[in-house]
């Protein structure tokens, strides 16, 4: 089944708005041009598309987004709740702005760079499994894991000394 337009497109500007705001935020040594808060609160924004993405498809199934078994692994009844805790445990952070020490920092940012390796395995492992679905079909779950991996590499980024 091929992903319908508009949720591809928003599948690749999901990425290349995710690499963006990396980017600005790596960029940025001296002078702040965006702090890791509005970074944070950004990637949280992104997040929260997919959740509420997931409750258009269940509540209505529109044609310009892709069946519910697109979109996860996990039955949807235990996949919403703990999405919701993890959007809520994500604008804490962002809105708390708790700052971990330097160790735990460097555990984050290598624990993101393995979680986004784990999902570009997960891609090329479904791609190669599906060659039917390729480039986007059934790529919801991977690319919003990209920005769960980004929220908690500029959670660490930002205090490692």
Known sequence: MSTPRPTAVWLVATLGLTAGALAARLADTAATVITADVCLAFLTALFTT???GQLVVVGFAPGWLPPVD??????YRYLLPVQLVLLALMTTITVDSPAPGPVLAWVLVALAFVYWAAMAARYALRMARRPAARWLG?????VFHCVLAAFVFVLGAAHVS
């Open 138 to 142: 059934g790529a919801i779950p991977i």
């Open 70 to 75: 697109e979109w996860n692994f996990m039955p």
């Open 50 to 52: 997919r959740v509420v």
